[in-house]
């Protein structure tokens, strides 16, 4: 079964800095979508970015950006010039092509981003 | 542009009270998703829907049932509530790809006294 770890509960950065939310999965499978939502405390889940795993080229969304290790099961977030806004709770998501699986997503625990102004 | 619309968005129950959560999705999504989502245990997967007219089990079914009652419509019922299902109750739309986002409500925060 495939699973998704976040291994940073808590992270904080000063507001016009970069960070990077660290996100690691398991899996046998080859083919696979990753997904990273962000939750503001608004409640609201928020697509933020995804990637395609047979893609090598990184998924980049305006000031967010990842970097996607397949060997190694990687799949990190970095938010560059971060703003109060980003303040949220950021959730790393797999998701299988396979049918059997039914496509289901599976989530990480989730990382809490705080930015200092 | 809706998206996805869930109601309530607060509810409090007596222990023993049962209560039928609605969603409605207006992107002609194929599937369909509740969620609940606790401190320190993230979302986890109640029921879902692949597509109108089949809904399967996630990893946390036991104390609820989902009725997918159209393409649009995938409502969650708790029959007898208990504490332990106080949480934030989320559902979620997607396309049946595996490359499309999954499309959330606001939420419904339960709480069961």
């Known amino acids: 079964a495939q699973t998704v770890t976040q291994s940073q509960p808590e992270m904080s950065v000063q507001e016009a800095e970069t960070v990077t939310l660290s996100c690691t999965y398991d899996?046998?499978?080859?083919?696979?979508?990753l997904f990273w939502y962000k939750q503001p405390p608004s409640r609201q889940m928020i697509l933020v970015i995804r990637q395609e795993a047979y893609k090598q080229q990184n998924a980049t969304e305006n000031r967010f950006s990842v970097n996607f290790q397949k060997a190694a099961k990687s799949f990190s977030l970095k938010i560059s010039d971060s703003q109060l806004g980003d303040a949220a709770m950021y959730f790393c998501a797999y998701r299988s092509v396979h049918a059997g699986n039914n496509r289901k997503l599976i989530w990480g625990l989730g990382t809490s981003l705080a930015v200092n102004p | 542009n809706a998206g996805v619309t869930q109601t309530p968005k607060f509810q409090v129950l007596k222990t023993g009270q049962s209560m039928t959560l609605q969603c409605a999705q207006d992107m002609n999504h194929n599937s369909m998703y509740w969620y609940r989502q606790d401190p320190g245990m993230g979302l986890r997967l109640i029921y879902y829907?692949?597509?109108?007219?089949?809904?399967d089990k996630g990893e946390v079914p036991n104390g609820y049932n989902v009725s997918r009652l159209n393409k649009r419509e995938f409502s969650l019922r708790l029959e007898s509530a208990a504490p332990s299902q106080t949480s934030v109750y989320f559902c979620?739309?997607?396309?049946?790809?595996?490359?499309?986002?999954?499309?959330f409500g606001d939420g419904t925060r339960l709480s069961i006294l």
């Open positions: 829907s692949a597509s109108e007219g089949t809904t």
């Open positions: 899996t046998s499978e080859s083919d696979y979508y």
């Open positions: 979620a739309s997607s396309f049946t790809a595996s490359n499309q986002p999954q499309h």
